[in-house]
């Protein structure tokens, strides 16, 4: 084509008779004058090795949202292949490549579309259904239940035969675990601690001058129950009572609102408690 028109044959009649548009002939008329130097641009070879550079560059950051994404999908180096597969398809959902996902968790590539292609085990259909269980019952207990309870509640409250291995780890593999520990109270801050007012005398002169409160654990076969009381030290009497599932500052209120609308004490009556962050708030 270039030949024809540097022996003086216009361009309209070439591309008439090769077929092809007027355009891509001075396209690449000039990108042979450029590759002459005899006008100034980017030389094919130059084009071919800036093409070529992108594709790696592409390439390469492809290879490394794989490895970022592998190291957020497997937290652990010793895998098995299944966790594998199910991490490639979770990459492969995502827009990247399989075949390199698979080069870079070291597993066949047929392996990977058989592990996809075949049916869920019944054993894996099984594992699903008491992972949405446990979660259930987890999120019931507002997170406090572990292994044990998870799976005295599977067994006795629902009837269902499982092992404690077996929801030890789906529980595991479901990032669900109980509450450790005791919960670590605060205590009242200086300016909120009143001075004791009794000096440690047990003793009253009437009804109603001094009552004495305190809040109490008790264990129950749903979980801790607490108990806040208001006692008369006059003549021993419970003249206020709560009962709630978490020591909080209501609990001590509604007992010393019981107290109050029962007696409705007279100005002067002591109400003496611990230094505890109930009674201090």
């Given at each position: 084509m270039l030949d024809l028109i540097e022996v003086g044959r216009k361009?309209?009649?070439?591309?008439?008779?090769?077929?092809?548009?007027?355009?891509?002939?001075?396209?690449?008329?000039?990108?042979?004058?450029?590759?002459?130097?005899?006008?100034?641009?980017?030389?094919?070879?130059?084009?071919?090795?800036?093409?070529?550079?992108?594709?790696?560059?592409?390439?390469?950051?492809t290879?490394?949202?794989?490895?970022?994404?592998?190291?957020?999908?497997?937290?652990?180096?010793?895998?098995?292949?299944k966790d594998r597969y199910a991490a490639i398809a979770a990459m492969v959902e995502e827009g990247l490549p399989a075949q390199l996902a698979c080069r870079v968790l070291e597993v066949s590539e047929s392996g990977f579309y058989h592990w996809r292609s075949r049916p869920p085990s019944a054993r894996s259909i099984r594992h699903a259904r008491l992972t949405d269980l446990i979660t259930e019952i987890?999120?019931?207990?507002?997170?406090?239940?572990?292994?044990?309870?998870?799976?005295?509640?599977?067994?006795?409250?629902?009837?269902?035969?499982?092992?404690?291995?077996?929801?030890?780890?789906?529980?595991?593999?479901?990032?669900?675990?109980?509450?450790?520990?005791?919960?670590?109270?605060?205590?009242?801050?200086?300016?909120?601690?009143?001075q004791d007012l009794v000096n440690r005398d047990v003793t009253a002169t009437g009804p109603d001058r001094t009552w004495r409160t305190d809040i109490t654990e008790h264990r129950t076969r749903e979980g801790k129950l607490y108990c806040a009381v208001v006692l008369d030290v006059y003549s021993r009497r419970v003249v206020g009572w709560s009962?709630?599932?978490?020591?909080?500052?209501?609990?001590?209120?509604?007992?010393?609102?019981?107290?109050?609308?029962?007696?409705?004490?007279?100005?002067?009556?002591?109400?003496?408690?611990d230094q505890g962050v109930q009674y201090g708030s």
């Open positions: 361009v309209a009649d070439v591309a008439h008779d090769l077929g092809i548009s007027d355009q891509t002939i001075y396209a690449w008329r000039r990108q042979d004058r450029i590759d002459r130097g005899l006008e100034s641009g980017l030389s094919s070879g130059e084009k071919a090795e800036l093409t070529a550079a992108k594709k790696r560059i592409a390439e390469l950051e290879e490394v949202a794989v490895h970022r994404r592998v190291t957020e999908l497997l937290k652990k180096e010793a895998v098995p292949p987890h999120q019931s207990s507002q997170g406090r239940y572990g292994a044990r309870r998870v799976h005295a509640e599977l067994r006795l409250g629902r009837g269902i035969l499982v092992g404690h291995g077996a929801v030890e780890m789906l529980m595991r593999r479901a990032y669900l675990a109980g509450a450790m520990g005791r919960p670590r109270w605060k205590h009242a801050k200086p300016d909120e601690i009143v009962i709630d599932s978490s020591p909080t500052a209501a609990l001590v209120a509604n007992a010393l609102g019981m107290a109050i609308d029962n007696r409705a004490p007279q100005s002067g009556t002591i109400i003496h408690s």
